[in-house]
């Protein structure tokens, strides 16, 4: 089982440490990929950490996983509550998925409490900041030990 980690961001993020610092934090996506590659050492994993605001360009990145990786962490920003064909990407995805998002969203608006990823992936977190990167890295790791045995 490959242990290729593919850590996939919707649009926006890149403005994480700048947009709604009272809802997001001051962090960047820098900070946050600085921490997950510091952490995949220990892991003995290997990420692959992008970020687009184009959801076609996400939709490649799942289907490039398909052949080579053993798990998505997924945030997926505003496309979670609109995006079927990410959806449908992650449906061909054979391996663990989690899907983080940095605030509670169901202590936000209503429309956000609707996620189509949801129902697919393997875990989800919420509402922990940055701290759900790790977190996520943490749990694709315990899945692809337990696969493997």
Known sequence: MSRLI???NGP???LLGKRQPAIYGYETLADVEKECRELAKELNLEIRFHQSNREYEIID???EAREIAGGIAINPGAFTHTSVAILDALNTFDHPIIEVHLSNI???EA???HS???P???GVIAGFGTQGYPFALRRLAKLLDTEKK
């Open 12 to 14: 926006n993020l890149n």
């Open 116 to 118: 189509y990823v949801s």
């Open 61 to 63: 990145w799942i289907h």
């Open 120 to 122: 697919i992936a393997s």
């Open 111 to 113: 429309f956000r409490h």
């Open 6 to 8: 593919y850590i996939l």
């Open 106 to 108: 169901h202590k936000r």
